[in-house]
């Protein structure tokens, strides 16, 4: 398997703008989770599905994030609009289970947003 | 806050010496979780340490749980360039998704 899959690697938008960060999970897990890392607050957890229905959302900072999971090999992470402190790495993780499971981690997306 | 803490933030040692981190949280835990992060890459994970184990190895690494005192560490032996990068605890309270610190950073001079 190739591992989890992201693109794009980098994004430089303007303020205003929307932005589409893309995730396919390694085949065969049950979950998949998006993360936002900054110096200041760390690692965040965004959101994360169980068979593509989301199950904790709680994390989206605000109405301008949403994900969504169609079906089990893609998902997307959508900020509309973006603002400069969007600015971050976004990543996408996937696990066979929840708890006492690795998660296996995406490349990421560095997002810049001028 | 929920995070673990991970102690120190940064730390720097020569190539050959042993590193020490730290984790520390304060509710109940059923799995603790260390993960690697080289600069600009994703997490990846090293070792899964249960809450009824008090200690596991893995190659050069060695981790311990003290579930009454909350903490946990990773010792890295022997330590090489190659070991630099962030390392980052990650706890579970059953069926709950991964809690992450926010990481140590590790220097090794060649």
């Known amino acids: 398997d190739a591992g989890v899959i992201q693109s794009p690697r980098h994004e430089v938008t303007e303020m205003g703008q929307e932005v589409t960060l893309r995730c396919k999970p390694i085949s065969g897990h049950d979950y998949l989770f998006w993360y936002r890392q900054t110096m200041m607050r760390g690692l965040e957890l965004l959101i994360y599905?169980?068979?593509?229905?989301?199950?904790?959302d709680s994390g989206m900072p605000e109405d301008r994030f949403s994900a969504k999971m169609p079906n089990a090999s893609f998902s997307t992470l959508k900020i509309q609009p973006s603002e400069p402190r969007d600015s971050a790495v976004y990543f996408c993780?996937?696990?066979?289970?929840?708890?006492?499971?690795?998660?296996?981690f995406g490349p990421g997306t560095r997002l810049t947003v001028l | 806050s929920q995070q673990g803490e991970e102690d120190p933030q940064a730390l720097s040692i020569q190539e050959g010496e042993n590193a020490t981190m730290n984790c520390s949280y304060k509710t109940s835990i059923n799995n603790l979780q260390w993960y690697r992060q080289n600069s600009g890459r994703g997490l990846v994970h090293l070792i899964l340490i249960r809450s009824n184990e008090r200690e596991k190895h893995s190659g050069r690494l060695r981790v311990t749980l003290d579930t009454s005192k909350k903490s946990s560490s990773l010792l890295i032996t022997a330590s090489r360039a190659a070991d630099t990068a962030s390392y980052f605890c990650?706890?579970?309270?059953?069926?709950?998704?991964?809690?992450f610190g926010k990481g140590t950073r590790l220097s090794v001079i060649a």
């Open positions: 599905f169980n068979n593509n229905v989301p199950i904790d």
């Open positions: 993780a996937s696990s066979l289970g929840l708890a006492g499971d690795t998660q296996y």
């Open positions: 990650a706890r579970d309270s059953g069926n709950t998704p991964l809690v």
